[in-house]
T-cell receptor, first 108, second 112 residues
Framework: GQQVQQSPASLVLQEGENAELQCNFSTSLNSMQWFYQRPGGSLVSLFYNPSGTKHSGRLTSTTVIKERRSSLHISSSQTTDSGTYLCALENNQGKLIFGQGTKLSIKP | EAAVTQSPRSKVAVTGGKVTLSCHQTNNHDYMYWYRQDTGHGLRLIHYSYVADSTEKGDIPDGYKASRPSQENFSLILELASLSQTAVYFC???????????FGSGTRLLVI
């Protein structure tokens, strides 16, 4: 089975609403990373978060290892937040295992 | 400026032909990776390298070779391109496992 599951697969919100993206994993991890993939393809690293909570502007990442989950919270969403959000688990062999992604669309 | 640069940005290749995708990083990172992404899916690891002149197989290495002639450069080679290798290919670098990864902008490969 898939080791990293993201939910929801897609999410449509109105500008100003908050977004909550989930990542659940079934294998042990050394770290969890969140990436933003622009429409058109390039990936931007958002968070390197092995455990606990990290903040960056309107973004918050929380990783709870014993519950095998990580979340990405976007507050007061903007149309420019639209794109695909990918979580990736780094396993004990140092390999990144990606989830399928959440496609986020923010409507004006 | 981009710390991981891929070339070409896009390519159309003929089935059975040879394709070389190039990646150059200026991060001074030891680790480099090649991933492929298929439409609507996450990324899957093809090959990686942690030192020059050495490469390792990732999760889906069949049909691909890799070359790391220097710390800065990492190439992905498709000796006999097939239709199933149509995808977007991403190169990445990291200082070591358990650290931030930096990705290139991707190469869109269409095999016809």
């Amino acid at each position: 089975g898939q080791q990293v599951q993201q939910s929801p697969a897609s999410l449509v919100l109105q500008e100003g609403e908050n977004a909550e993206l989930q990542c659940n994993f079934s294998t042990s991890l050394n770290s969890m990373q969140w990436f933003y993939q622009r429409p058109g393809g390039s990936l931007v690293s958002l968070f390197y978060n092995p455990s606990g909570t990290k903040h960056s502007g309107r973004l918050t990442s929380t990783t709870v290892i014993k519950e095998r989950r990580s979340s990405l919270h976007i507050s007061s969403s903007q149309t420019t937040d639209s794109g695909t959000y990918l979580c990736a688990l780094e396993n004990n062999q140092g390999k990144l295992i990606f989830g399928q992604g959440t496609k986020l669309s923010i409507k004006p | 400026e981009a710390a991981v640069t891929q070339s070409p940005r896009s390519k159309v290749a003929v089935t059975g032909g040879k394709v070389t995708l190039s990646c150059h990083q200026t991060n001074n990172h030891d680790y480099m990776y090649w991933y492929r992404q298929d439409t609507g899916h996450g990324l899957r690891l093809i090959h990686y390298s942690y030192v020059a002149d050495s490469t390792e197989k990732g999760d889906i290495p069949d049909g691909y070779k890799a070359s790391r002639p220097s710390q800065e450069n990492f190439s992905l080679i498709l000796e006999l391109a097939s239709l199933s290798q149509t995808a977007v290919y991403f190169c990445a670098s990291s200082a070591r496992p358990n650290s931030d990864y930096t990705f290139g902008s991707g190469t869109r490969l269409l095999v016809i």
